[in-house]
């Protein structure tokens, strides 16, 4: 699988003109290696691929990581910096005969590429590049969508546990907590974002943070989790009234359920992701709420939890079969709360695969 | 206290020559706002700073943080971009008669720096600048000092509260995640980095990932742990060993030990960095392990976990008071295990003050 991933991207490099590629982008680099620790941020790199246009692929990282670099990075040679990526690169690269180095613009700061040029000087031309391994990774094979609804059972599986904890009284941090706990109680390697956990009128931010909040009789409660297994991310909102539903709550939940429901009818392969975000907004727009509803229908999920394609106003890309997208729209009203519903779903050839449960109970 | 670093940027960018500048950098974004949300990555920016060289400065984010930029960055206007920073700039930069544009070329992708450049055309001039407000932040205020102490000291309580849990057959994940859980039921806004707990050989890595290694009888136990309490982070590393500790741990850990010591005795203001990475280095050297120890002995912490100053073997900076260092010495053995022992101290004119206690136990 990875050895296919790699002749895919060493051709694009030979069709291009280039001898080699450094990969710095994390989800990238696991797709392409297996090797899974996260960055801690991208001023601490935990390694970068460099991948020539023909041969064996190199893991350059630092002796933190030598072990699990050798240890998951199967076919991979290792090799260590000291000084930083540059000086390694100066020593390795003319071994290599690379000429044109591709980098990935989109994931390398602004002041690496500038130490780069200095040390590597004129024997390297620097090429930026973008969305190369991305675009491998928009359409997702069987076996990568079977990992992907097994973090989306496993995510419902622990929200379906926590449901007990909602109490009167209970704050949301600590509700974040227990979904968080949960999570990795149940295998996760992570959350795939930080939880969100809103209780009434905080969950009017469609990022709230947690916090220490109590959750009252009658309010609603939302709730955005995910969870990574295997590396594959999941994301899922749910919307709950804690008491007896008002008739405002149901009317914009039921809003927000319709919106949804468009969108799934006008997913297939060969849409226009703006179209789709179009099919649900304009539910929300005829019930009155346009001007609540401020960010895209939905985004693609996979090794990372944000990525490819995006369902947003502006996007007029084709879905393609195999694609996963987040469908979520949302009401958010200042003072009064906000609701989000956010299912995911696989693109196929006549349409979607949903990969969550409607656990709204609505009967539309 | 943010309005006197709102003022030293000011009169920094003008002594520059500089009509503005962009904070991308999440710390130094919280520094100078009070603004607290951390970023999903640099791809997925909360917001960016824009302080003009004189008059109010702007935070600029999206609809999802408005509420929380208004209630949080107090003197600050806060402008929405819907379609990007660059299209913002482009509108709100003549208004300010912003001609030169600073930005942090460490914390600035360098795709975004492109993006700007052809939004924004030949009328602003793009500088790269980095560690503007880094140099700020290295020495800390006494206001900044105690908040620092009592994140140390809140460290220091989750990991005595969970010296109960290290019992024969828990595994590296779960005494993590008990560590996790913990701190953020003691307050923790959140880890300040990912807790490592290895156990026996796993703890060779010094960037162990914690795994489902059970703990047997006669194992050592590396517990490397920080938490984020209003803002601020702290960083303790302690080993222990679950059952009779035998002669080659103890030895080692009294190496450890002595060069914590070592270094603790060369801190103090106008110290070189590597000299004191070398008073730990040479006892480890000393006692034969010189190559079993691959990295610096020390980081600056405040509201980033790793920050300025360096106490690595090539940082040729010299200490000054007020600033936070961690003292962490390591021996890495593959196939045996590592020893990793971390204080965090504060530099003053004649020394230095530790803010952990000693746990060791050992009389040396």
Redesign the interface.
Known sequence: MIQQRIHKIQASLRGRGLDAILITEPSNRRYLSGY???D?????S?GVLLIPKKGGPFLLTD???E??AKEEAAGFRVELYR?GLSLLLKTLLPSLDVKRLA?E??????????RMETVLGKQVELV?L?GLVEQLREVKSEEEISLLRASVRRNEEVFQQALGRIKTGITE?DLA?AL??TM??HGAE?PS??TIVAFGANA????A?PSNRVLQENELVLIDMGLVLDGYCSDMTRTLFHGQPDSMFLERLRTARKAQLAAVKAIRAGAVCRDVDQAARQVINDAGYGRCF??GLGHGVGLAV?EAPRLSP?CRKRLRAGMIVTIEPGIYI?GWGGIRLENMAVVRDNGCELLNEDTTGLDL
């Open positions: 899974t620790p996260a801690h941020g991208i001023q601490e935990s002796s933190r990581f072990l699990q000084k980098f613009s989109h994931y390398m700061l602004h002041s690496s590429v500038g930026p973008t941090i907590l968080d706990t990795r109680q992570r974002f930080d009017a931010k469609p990022h943070v401020g960010h944000h502006r200042p």
